[in-house]
């Protein structure tokens, strides 16, 4: 079982920058940040495999940065250029690695959680 516990949610204005923090029991998985809005499916925002490799959604490329630091067991989410549509309940997560140590698709993550609420403001 994974421990997983979020931070750094905030309220800003458009155009302004957050970084989210996950505290995590254990890093051996691979870890991803997520997100839901009001009235809206959970989606996956970035997630990063045990190479350090990163992947983005396409509505979050250019923006958003994830990184891990192993030693702290910490994961983050730099969140640059915040707009109004990135308004959301953000979630971390862990899953297992496949065999080629690579990140499952986003609905075989197993771990979560409570989530960190980030407002964007125009």
């Known amino acids: 079982q994974v421990q997983l516990a979020e931070s750094g949610g905030d309220s800003v204005q458009a155009g302004g920058s957050l970084r989210l923090s996950c505290s995590a029991s254990?890093?051996?998985?691979?870890m991803g940040w997520f997100r839901q809005a009001p009235g809206k499916e959970r989606e996956a925002v970035a997630d990063i495999d045990s190479d350090g490799i990163p992947s983005y959604a396409d509505s979050v490329k250019g923006r958003f940065y994830i990184s891990q630091d192993n030693a702290k067991s910490t994961l983050y989410l730099q969140m640059n250029n915040l707009k109004p549509e990135d308004t959301a309940m953000y979630y971390c997560?862990?899953?297992?690695?496949?065999?080629?140590?690579?990140?499952?698709?986003?609905?075989?993550?197993?771990?979560w959680g409570q989530g960190t609420q980030v407002t964007v403001s125009s």
């Open positions: 997560a862990a899953g297992e690695l496949g065999s080629d140590y690579d990140c499952p698709p986003p609905s075989d993550f197993e771990y």
């Open positions: 254990e890093t051996s998985y691979c």
